[in-house]
């Protein structure tokens, strides 16, 4: 397997990175690595990974930013989705149903205030009453025209 980004326009497209995926089972499996000659380089890493990377690298090449499209093995990832706002691309990606969201205009509690023991929190929170929701029901809660 392997994951490819390719930039497209309305008269083609033209993939410009290439790596190889590792399966979990082949990535910690010797004997199958060395029979397929797979290079010691490549380690395990998840799909959306090895995408953001390629972007990075791709950006930093020069290749003209646009829009990042993916699908719900890519997408439903918050870490691929966040990571490509991070890189200030815009996105239309798949996600399953049941991803979890926060409706527009709600964002998570931040963390919790300091209690003078211990470490600081750092993880945003969310309660009983302040809860992102699946993203199945924020679409069926849209207004038919939009």
């Not at 010691?40 to 972007?55: E, N």
């Not at 490509?84 to 926060?102: N, Q």
Request: glycine share 8%; net charge positive.
């Amino acid at each position: 397997m392997a994951v490819n980004l390719s930039v497209a326009t309305h008269q083609g497209s033209l993939p410009v990175a290439y790596r190889l995926y590792l399966p979990k089972d082949w990535a910690d499996d010797r004997v199958r690595r060395t029979a397929a000659n797979v290079p010691d380089d490549i380690q395990l890493q998840t799909k959306p990974k090895i995408a953001l990377q390629q972007m990075r690298e791709a950006l930093a090449a020069g290749v003209p930013p646009g829009v990042a499209l993916a699908d719900p093995a890519y997408g439903s990832d918050s870490n691929f989705r966040a990571g490509i706002t991070d890189l200030g691309l815009p996105y239309a990606v798949g996600v399953i149903l049941s991803t979890a969201v926060w409706r527009p205009g709600e964002v998570p509690l931040p963390p919790a205030p300091y209690s003078g023991r211990g470490r600081r929190a750092k993880r945003l929170r969310r309660d009983e009453t302040h809860r992102p929701v699946a993203v199945k029901t924020l679409a069926l809660g849209l207004p038919a025209d939009v």
